[in-house]
């Protein structure tokens, strides 16, 4: 599959700060990307969705950047609550070549209240 | 809406025996189902795509013969661990798409199924 990292394993905010997970995809084709949440024990929950042809997408206390030129991806938390503590993976896919998704490494936050 | 569930949603079995986790779509159909494998502090690792009515599509690396897919219904895909042993302990979990009729089709997650082999 394609190749989707990373760059933090781990972040640690204090409640009401912003918080910032990043991402990096290798392969230039993928044109779809969602960024999921997942808690202990769960399975992924979708918080957000881009598309190739966008580089921003806001939702409700969420923004997701995305820069083709170097292949990255951003997923910005407003005024982050000790719930949004859990791991939040980048998954990436291709349209044309299927519905598979490629999950990323996955990012821990921990909300400090 | 969209809701899917696993069932069970923990196991624990003896190394040699086979394990049958089922996926179900409780509210749609889903012609396409796919099933992850997630090892502790890991990412979830695509294992196959699981067609109603056809063969699966397995990703590479996965062994066919070890995890069996059947989609027998628009609504249920069943992964079956064959002859489990230890190092196939790991937390499964399958997500459904549902068709949107829009140029994209979203995919909705089980809860996931814990799998300990002794």
């Known amino acids: 599959g394609e190749s989707v990292g990373l760059h933090l394993p781990t972040l640690s905010v204090q409640e009401g700060d912003n918080s910032i997970i990043n991402c990096a995809y290798s392969?230039?084709?993928?044109?779809?990307f969602i960024w999921y949440k997942q808690e202990s024990g769960k399975g992924p929950q979708f918080i957000i969705d881009?598309?190739?042809?966008?580089d921003k997408r806001q939702g409700q206390r969420v923004t997701v950047l995305l820069n083709k030129t170097v292949k990255h991806l951003s997923l910005q938390i407003a005024a982050t609550q000790p719930g949004d503590s859990a791991v939040y993976f980048c998954?990436?896919?291709?349209?044309?070549?299927?519905?598979?998704?490629?999950f990323g490494t996955g990012t821990s936050l921990t909300v400090i209240p | 809406g969209a809701v899917v569930s696993q069932h069970p949603s923990r196991v624990i079995c003896k190394s040699g025996t086979s394990v049958k986790i089922e996926c179900r779509s409780l509210d749609f159909q889903a012609t396409t189902m796919f099933w992850y494998r997630q090892f502790p502090k890991k990412s979830l690792m695509l294992m196959a795509t699981s067609n109603e009515g056809s063969k699966a599509t397995y990703e590479q690396g996965v062994e066919k013969d070890k995890f069996l897919i059947n989609h027998a219904s628009l609504t249920l895909s069943t992964l079956t661990v064959t002859s489990a042993h230890p190092e196939d302990s790991s937390f499964y979990i399958c997500?459904?798409?549902?068709?949107?009729?829009?140029?994209?089709?979203?995919?909705?997650f089980g809860p996931g199924t814990r799998l300990t082999v002794l």
């Open positions: 997500s459904a798409m549902l068709r949107t009729g829009r140029s994209y089709n979203e995919q909705f």
């Open positions: 998954a990436e896919n291709i349209e044309d070549t299927g519905n598979q998704f490629y």
């Open positions: 881009i598309r190739s042809n966008m």
């Open positions: 392969n230039s084709a993928s044109d779809y």
